[in-house]
């Protein structure tokens, strides 16, 4: 049975931002700072489904106290981004996976899933109508971030039966402002992530909410970010903060590419998956596995660890270059960017800004 496609209605604002406005702000956005003119909303109610879609001037939101997501949490959102492409226009980055995985993490929240189409649909509009938004200088880009929370008023533990779905925009620079510089971790041992059966590999603001209190550890130990480890013996590689992890073992041609395997912990990151592929494109090897601190440390100090990167939408691939414990601390590599991470930087980039071919079809163009 086909789902009847959702019609958006359009109310564009009658005063956005003036040019010199805009442009003044996009010399140096930096990251969630600012914010584009519009917002798209679509509303959920028990036995009517999907209704109220449209596109209208970015706004503030009025909650009732007794919300019950306020209360309960019920809240998913993605992060994907819009690209300026060599020739002026602009397409965003692979929004129908984003579509998927919205709609798994509605599923583990007992929320509805709102249908690929109209998630595409929807950041589509929006770009579509704050196209000067989207930044043309390198490093830059226009983060789309919707998210869709419970909209009814009461109290009580269950699915609420009435929910938003929004999308709003904002210009973004580079994640870490120092640029493609490696950060020093931290390797939680008292706090976890997720747990088996947990959220893990759900998008949703709780998780995020837990890992704030290991994040201010790990600036108490002098470190960037914190590195996850497992939630039953506290030793096996899962996140650093809110992104996925690769190493390098070997180095040239050779090399292959090691990452945490996807147990239900681990969030499935988009540009991870996409970094494996061109990994596998370039020539390298690719292997999804369990990796340990002990196995970590020991490659590292007998050299078939070479490189090891973070990667996600906000910041695409972050070098590591200082690993700190309550027992041991070592540097990986020289603690430089390794040339296998500059290189798969490079080459993700390139395919998202139009400077080279796009072999899988991951570019959405915003006509």
Known sequence: MTTPRIAFDLKPSAQPLSDAERDALLREPGFGRHFTDHMVTVKW????????????????????????????????????????????????????????????????????????????????????????????????????????????????????????????????????????????????????????????????????????????EAAEQGCDQVVWLDALERR??????????????????????????LTGTLLPGITRDSLLAIAQDLGYGVEETRISTDGWREGNADGTLTEVFACGTAAVITPVGQVKSARAEWTVGDGQPGSVTTQLRETLLALQTGEAPDPHGWMHPVS
């Open 236 to 261: 096996w590689i899962e996140e650093m903060g809110g992104m996925n992890l690769c190493f390098v073992r070997g180095s040239g041609p050779g090399a292959t590419i090691l990452t945490p395997e």
């Open 45 to 216: 109610t028990e036995g009517r489904g999907w209704h109220d879609a449209q596109l209208q001037p970015y706004a503030p939101l009025q909650i009732d106290p007794a919300n019950m997501t306020l209360h309960y949490a019920q809240t998913i959102f993605e992060g994907l981004k819009a690209y300026r492409q060599r020739d002026g226009s602009v397409a965003t980055f692979r929004p129908d996976a984003n579509a998927r995985r919205f709609q798994n993490s509605a599923r583990r929240l007992g929320m509805p899933t709102l249908p690929e189409e109209t998630f595409v649909e929807a950041c589509d509009l929006l770009v579509r109508q704050d196209r000067k938004w989207v930044p043309s200088e390198p490093e830059q880009s226009l983060y789309l971030r919707p998210f869709m929370f419970a909209s009814e008023v009461g109290l009580g533990v269950k699915p609420a039966n009435e929910y938003l779905f929004m999308v709003i925009a904002s210009p973004a620079g580079a994640y870490f402002p120092r640029g493609v510089k490696p950060v020093s971790v931290w390797l939680s041992e008292e706090y976890v992530r997720a747990a088996p059966g947990g959220m893990g590999e759900a998008k949703t603001g709780g998780n995020y909410a837990g890992s704030l209190v290991a994040q201010a």
